[in-house]
C-alpha cells in the first residue's frame, strides 16, 4: 500500500503543477497581442532537418557525443529506442524476439565502445534507471515520447557520474519546442509474419505557449502513448559441454554387457549403444577400461567422441510487449532572466511471454550413427591449462543418429514481468546580471519491478517411448519424432508445478542540483560553471519463489497409484503451434503442453488441491534472499570554458568530485546482516576542439576524462548462501569499489555542410578495478561442514569454496570509429533528394578473467562480453516533399553471450549477423502523413554458437532462433507545431 500511496502522490503532484500552468496560461493569454507571437520554431520535420539537428549538436558540443533526432512529432527513426540507439557509432544493441532488448530483462541493452552493463541512463539530463539496477532498460523506451537521443562518450566534469561505457540521455518534448497551439495524433498497426497477430499503437500530444505583454511566455505540453507488439521466438536449446561418447556397436562382444545397451538389438550391425565416457578437465581419463573390464583398445578408442548441442529440443515463445507513457511539461518565463518549469514523465512496460517446451531424454541405444570430423583440442577443452602444444583430444564428433526407446517431458510456462517509472522534476533557472546564471533542479523518482514465472512440466505416460532423429550438422538442426501421438492427453502425466522467479523490486530516489555559470569579462576563461549534487537512491528485493510442487492426488511422490493424466484434465491442455521454426527443422510442432492462461490465479491451486500450492495473495516470502540499501552521494565541480586564436581553439576543463556512503542489510530478523561502505572519487576532464581551417569546418578534437562505474546495490549486499551439498558458496560483498576509467579520445571531423560531413576518431579507456568473482575457501559462520560432496571443491573440511565479487585486475578498451552522412543536394534533378550514411566501429577489449582461484590465480585475457569486435551501420535516403524513404543495414560480428567460461567448449556466442530495415512515408496533406515500416527483412536471428570467438570458434550451431519479420503501418495528424 505505501508504494501505490507514493505513486499516486507523484502523479497528482504532477497534474497539479500540470494544472496550475495551464491557469496560467489561460489567464496570460489575454494579456499577448498578435505581433507578440514568436514564429520561430525548434521541432524538426523529416529526414534532411533530424540529420541537421542531430549533426549540429555533434559539432557544436564541446564533448565527444553523437545524437539521434526524431524526424517529427512522435517519429523517431525505428520503432524501438534500442534499435534507433545502434545508428550511432560506437553503440551495440541486444536483440530478443525480434526487437531490441535487454539480456534476460536487466541492464540497458545497450554496449558503447565494448562496454556492457557500464552505461548512464538519463532522461532529460537527470538519472534515470530501472528498479533493480543502475541503468536504465532502454527496450522499455516508447519510441513516440522521445525526441531525441545523445550519447556522450566521454563526458565532462559537469554531467553526473556513473557510466565509463558513455551517457545515454533521452530527451523528451518540452513546451519550448513549439510556436503556438499543437496537436498530434497517431495511430499505428504493427504485424509479425512468424505469430500472425496484429496490435495497435497509439500517440497524442497537445501544447501550447503564449507569449506575455511583459516579454515573459507560459507554455504547457501533453503527450501519451498506448502500444503493444507480439512476436515469437521458436529456438533450439542443446547441451553444451564435450558430452563425450564411446559407440559400441550391437554385434559386438562388448554390447551384450555394456549396462544401459538395449539388448533386443544384440547383433545387429545397424545399431550402436553411446556409451558416456568418464572424464577430468573435459579431457577423457586416462587407462579406460570396456565393460568387460579390460583396457580400451586403440580400435575402442577410435570410437570416443564429442556431442556437443547434440540434445538441441523445441522451445517455443509467444511475447506479447505492453508499453504505456505519459508526459506532462509546463514552462513559465516570467521574463528574460527567470525561469521555472516543471515535468512529469510515467513509463510502464510489460514483458509478457507463454512458451512451451518439447524435451526428449534420449535412449543411449542409437541408429543411423554418422560422425564429422572436428579436432577437439586441449584448449577446447580446458584452456590448455597444462600448457605447451594445444593438441588434438578427440578428432570427431557426433553429427547424426536416430535414438530410439526416447521419453519425453514437457514444460508450459507464463512469465509477466513489469517495469514501473515514474520521474516528477523541477526548477527554477535565474539570470540575474548578463554575467552570472544560476539553476536549482529538484527531482524525485519511483521504479518498480516485478517477474512472476510458473510452468507446469509433464512427462510422458509409463511405457511410452519414441525415436528421435536428430542432426547436429546444418542450421538450424534438425530434430524429427516417431511413435505415439503427441497430440493425445491420454499419453502425458503431470509431474510438479513451480513458480522459480517470482521476484520484486521497489526502488526510489531523489536528487537535489544546484549550478551556476559565471561569464567574466577577461581571462582565460570564457565562461566558469560550478555546482553541487545531493542525491540518495534506495533499493528493496523480495523474494517468493517456490518449485517441485507435486501434481498428484495425494501430493506425494509419484506412483503409479496417484499419477494424474493430462486426459482426466483435458481443458487445461493446448496444442502448441505447428509452424515452429517455418517447418525447417522436421517436427514443427500440436504437441500437447499446460496451457499458459490456465497457469495464472489460484488456477493449478484450485485444480490440484493437495500439492501444497499456497494462495497467490498470501505467498511466504523467502526471507533470507531479502535485500534492502540505501546510498547517498555528494557531488560537486568545477569547469572553466576556454577559447584561445580568435576562437579557433576551444573546450573545457574541469574537476568533480564525489562521495559515496552505502548502507545494506540482507536477511530480516535476528539472522539478518548489515554492513556499509564509503568512498571519494575524484573525477577530472579536459575537452579540446581546434579548427584547423579557421572557418570552423574541419575540427580537430581532443577528450580526457576520469570516469566511474558503481557496483550494482544487490553486489554490494552482504547476502551469503551456500548449498551443503556442494560445499560452495556465494556472498556480495559491500567493500566492492566502484570500476575507475581513464578514458582518452582523439578525433577529425570534416563538415561539407549543415547536413554533410565525415569523421574519424580513435578512442582508449584504461580501467581499473574490473568486477570479477573470484572463488576462496571460506569457513562459514553457522554452516555444517559441507557433506556429499561428489566433485572436489579443494577446500578442506570444513570450509567451503565460496565466490564472490571482487575488484580484480586492470583491463582497456581500444577502437577506431568511422562515419559519415551526404546529402546530394548538388546533384540535378531527382538525384538531389538522395543521400547516404554510415558508420564502422572497431572495438578491441582486455578482460582479464580468473580462473584459477584467489590462492592460485589463472588470469587469461578476454573481450568483453556482449561485445562484437566489428559493427557497422549503412543507411540510404531519399525525401522529397511528399515522399521519403529510409534502407538501413546494421552489421555485428561474433560475441560472447553474457560472459566467459571456464571452459571454451562450454562457452556460447552470438554469430554474426545484419538487420536489413525500411521506413517508407508519404504526406497526403500539410498535416497527415502515412508510414510503413519493415523491420528484419532479412529475417536474422542472434544464433548463438559453442565455443567462444577471437580463438574457439567452432561453427557449431547450439541454439538457433527465429522472429519472424515485423511490419507497421500508420498514419499521423498534426495542427500547427
Known amino acids: 500500500m505505501k508504494r501505490y500511496t507514493r505513486m499516486r502522490a507523484c502523479v497528482s503532484g504532477a497534474a497539479m503543477l500540470f494544472a496550475m500552468s495551464v491557469t496560467a496560461a489561460a489567464n496570460a493569454q489575454e494579456t499577448a497581442s498578435a505581433e507578440d507571437v514568436d514564429t520561430t520554431t525548434v521541432v524538426v520535420t523529416g529526414i534532411r532537418a533530424s540529420a541537421r539537428s542531430s549533426l549540429s549538436i555533434k559539432k557544436n558540443t564541446l564533448e565527444v557525443v553523437d545524437s539521434i533526432t526524431a524526424e517529427d512529432i512522435g517519429k523517431l527513426p525505428d520503432t524501438n529506442v534500442s534499435e534507433t540507439l545502434t545508428r550511432i557509432p560506437g553503440v551495440q544493441?541486444?536483440?530478443?524476439?525480434?526487437?531490441?532488448?535487454?539480456?534476460?530483462?536487466?541492464?540497458?541493452?545497450?554496449?558503447?565502445?565494448?562496454l556492457s552493463g557500464q552505461t548512464a541512463s538519463q532522461l532529460n539530463s537527470r538519472v534515470f534507471f530501472t528498479a533493480g539496477t543502475r541503468e536504465f532498460n532502454v527496450e522499455s523506451a516508447i519510441p513516440g515520447m522521445v525526441a531525441g537521443i545523445d550519447v556522450y562518450k566521454n563526458p565532462s566534469a559537469e554531467h553526473i557520474e556513473g557510466g565509463i561505457g558513455g551517457l545515454v540521455n533521452i530527451r523528451t518534448r518540452n513546451p519550448s519546442d513549439f510556436k503556438g497551439p499543437t496537436v498530434s495524433l497517431g495511430a499505428t498497426a504493427r504485424y509479425n509474419d512468424l505469430i500472425k497477430k496484429a496490435d495497435p499503437e497509439i500517440f497524442g500530444l497537445v501544447a501550447n505557449r503564449w507569449d506575455l505583454a511583459n516579454g515573459g511566455r507560459i507554455g504547457v505540453m501533453a503527450a501519451g502513448t498506448f502500444s503493444e507488439s507480439s512476436g515469437r521466438s521458436d529456438n533450439n536449446p542443446a547441451n553444451g559441454g564435450a558430452n563425450f561418447k564411446r559407440a559400441i556397436r550391437a554385434d559386438d562382444a562388448e554390447y551384450a554387457v555394456a549396462a544401459g545397451a538395449n539388448q533386443a538389438y544384440a547383433g545387429r550391425t545397424d545399431t550402436w549403444f553411446l556409451a558416456s565416457v568418464p572424464s577430468t578437465a573435459n579431457v577423457p581419463n586416462a587407462n579406460l577400461t570396456s565393460f568387460t573390464g579390460a583396457p580400451l583398445t586403440s580400435a575402442q578408442q577410435d570410437n570416443i567422441m564429442v556431442a556437443p548441442a547434440l540434445t538441441n529440443n523445441l522451445f517455443q515463445e509467444s511475447i506479447f510487449r505492453t508499453r504505456k507513457g505519459l508526459s506532462l511539461a509546463s514552462d513559465y518565463r516570467v521574463n528574460d532572466s527567470l525561469r521555472f518549469y516543471a515535468e512529469y514523465n510515467y513509463n510502464y512496460y510489460l514483458y509478457h511471454q507463454n512458451y512451451r517446451g518439447l524435451n526428449a531424454v534420449d535412449g543411449g541405444t542409437v541408429q543411423n550413427l554418422t560422425t564429422t570430423p572436428f579436432d577437439y583440442t586441449e584448449g577446447l577443452a580446458n584452456r590448455n591449462s597444462n600448457g605447451g602444444s594445444d593438441d588434438v583430444v578427440v578428432d570427431q564428433r557426433l553429427a547424426g543418429a536416430t535414438f530410439l526407446n526416447s521419453t519425453l517431458n514437457t514444460v508450459g510456462g507464463d512469465e509477466h514481468h513489469e517495469y514501473d517509472t515514474a520521474s516528477l522534476a523541477g526548477g527554477v533557472e535565474w539570470k540575474p546580471t548578463s554575467q552570472l546564471e544560476f539553476k536549482a533542479d529538484l527531482m524525485y523518482l519511483e521504479t518498480t519491478r516485478s517477474q512472476d514465472n510458473r510452468s507446469v512440466n509433464m512427462d510422458s505416460a509409463p511405457g511410452l517411448v519414441w525415436n528421435i532423429e536428430r542432426t547436429t550438422t546444418g542450421e538450424p538442426h534438425t530434430f524429427d519424432i516417431s511413435g505415439p501421438r503427441l497430440d493425445d492427453a491420454a499419453n502425458w502425466i503431470f509431474r510438479d508445478y513451480n513458480n522459480g522467479a517470482n521476484q520484486k523490486w521497489d526502488d526510489s530516489a531523489w536528487a537535489a542540483a544546484f549550478s551556476g555559470k559565471y561569464m567574466p569579462e577577461a581571462g582565460p576563461f570564457s565562461a566558469v560553471k560550478f555546482g553541487v549534487r545531493f542525491a540518495h537512491q534506495q533499493d528493496d528485493y523480495r523474494t517468493y519463489n517456490f518449485s517441485g510442487r507435486r501434481l498428484t492426488?495425494?501430493?506425494?511422490?509419484?506412483?503409479?497409484?496417484?499419477?494424474?493424466?493430462g486426459s482426466s484434465m483435458a481443458d487445461l491442455l493446448v496444442n502448441a503451434p505447428r509452424n515452429f521454426m517455418r517447418d525447417e527443422t522436421g517436427y514443427s510442432g500440436g504437441f500437447l503442453v499446460f496451457d499458459s492462461d490456465a497457469l495464472l490465479g489460484d488456477n493449478v491451486r484450485n485444480r490440484f488441491p493437495n500439492a501444497g500450492i499456497a494462495a497467490e495473495a498470501s505467498l511466504p516470502e523467502v526471507t533470507a534472499n531479502r535485500r534492502y540499501s540505501e546510498e547517498d552521494t555528494t557531488a560537486a565541480f568545477l569547469m572553466g570554458e576556454f577559447t584561445f586564436l580568435d576562437d579557433r581553439l576551444k573546450g573545457n576543463v574541469g574537476v568533480r568530485w564525489v562521495k559515496t556512503e552505502g548502507f545494506f542489510r540482507s536477511g530480516?530478523?535476528?539472522?539478518?546482516?548489515?554492513?556499509?561502505?564509503?568512498?571519494k572519487n575524484t573525477l577530472p576532464s579536459l575537452n579540446v576542439t581546434y579548427d584547423l581551417t579557421g572557418d570552423n569546418d574541419l575540427l580537430?578534437?581532443?577528450?580526457?576524462?576520469?570516469?566511474?562505474?558503481?557496483?550494482?546495490?544487490?553486489?554490494?549486499?552482504?547476502?551469503?548462501?551456500?548449498?551443503?551439498?556442494?560445499?560452495?558458496?556465494?556472498?556480495?560483498?559491500?567493500?566492492?569499489?566502484?570500476q575507475v576509467a581513464d578514458s582518452y579520445d582523439l578525433s577529425l571531423e570534416k563538415y561539407f555542410s549543415s547536413t554533410n560531413y565525415v569523421s574519424a576518431a580513435v578512442f582508449r579507456k584504461e580501467i581499473d578495478s574490473f568486477f570479477f568473482g573470484i572463488a576462496g575457501c571460506e569457513t562459514i559462520a553457522g554452516a555444517p561442514a559441507p557433506s556429499g560432496?561428489?566433485?572436489?571443491?579443494?577446500?578442506?573440511?570444513?570450509?567451503?569454496?565460496?565466490?564472490?565479487?571482487?575488484?580484480?585486475?586492470?583491463?582497456?578498451?581500444?577502437?577506431?570509429?568511422?562515419?559519415?552522412?551526404?546529402?546530394f543536394d548538388a546533384l540535378p534533378g531527382i538525384w538531389s533528394h538522395f543521400g547516404v550514411s554510415g558508420s564502422y566501429t572497431f572495438v578491441d577489449t582486455a578482460l582479464p578473467v580468473n580462473f584459477g582461484t584467489a590462492t592460485a590465480p589463472r588470469f587469461v585475457i578476454m573481450p568483453q562480453p556482449m561485445q562484437s569486435k566489428h559493427n557497422y551501420s549503412l543507411t540510404g535516403m531519399y525525401e522529397d516533399e511528399k515522399f521519403s524513404a529510409r534502407l538501413v543495414y546494421t552489421y555485428r560480428s561474433d560475441a560472447i553471450l553474457f560472459g566467459a567460461s571456464i571452459n571454451p567448449i562450454d562457452g556460447r556466442y552470438i554469430r554474426e549477423y545484419g538487420i536489413l530495415d525500411l521506413a517508407l512515408n508519404y504526406n497526403l496533406t500539410e498535416r497527415v502523413a502515412v508510414s510503413f515500416n519493415a523491420m528484419n527483412l532479412t529475417d536474422q536471428a542472434l544464433n548463438r554458437n559453442v565455443?567462444?570467438?577471437?580463438g574457439y570458434e567452432t561453427n557449431i550451431e547450439r541454439q538457433h532462433f527465429a522472429n519472424g519479420r515485423n511490419f507497421s503501418l500508420g498514419v499521423r495528424y498534426k495542427f500547427g507545431g
Open 668 to 679: 530480516a530478523g535476528a539472522s539478518a546482516i548489515e554492513a556499509s561502505s564509503s568512498y
Open 947 to 950: 565455443g567462444e570467438p577471437f
Open 553 to 565: 492426488t495425494d501430493g506425494g511422490l509419484r506412483t503409479s497409484a496417484n499419477m494424474i493424466f
Open 93 to 114: 544493441g541486444y536483440r530478443y524476439g525480434g526487437e531490441g532488448a535487454s539480456p534476460a530483462g536487466s541492464g540497458s541493452g545497450v554496449t558503447i565502445r565494448g
Open 700 to 738: 580537430l578534437r581532443f577528450g580526457y576524462g576520469r570516469g566511474l562505474t558503481r557496483p550494482d546495490l544487490g553486489q554490494l549486499n552482504p547476502t551469503l548462501s551456500y548449498s551443503e551439498s556442494l560445499g560452495t558458496g556465494s556472498a556480495g560483498n559491500p567493500d566492492l569499489k566502484p
Open 789 to 823: 560432496v561428489v566433485t572436489p571443491t579443494g577446500c578442506a573440511s570444513p570450509q567451503y569454496l565460496v565466490t564472490r565479487t571482487v575488484n580484480a585486475e586492470p583491463g582497456w578498451v581500444e577502437g577506431v570509429e568511422l562515419s559519415g552522412q551526404y546529402f
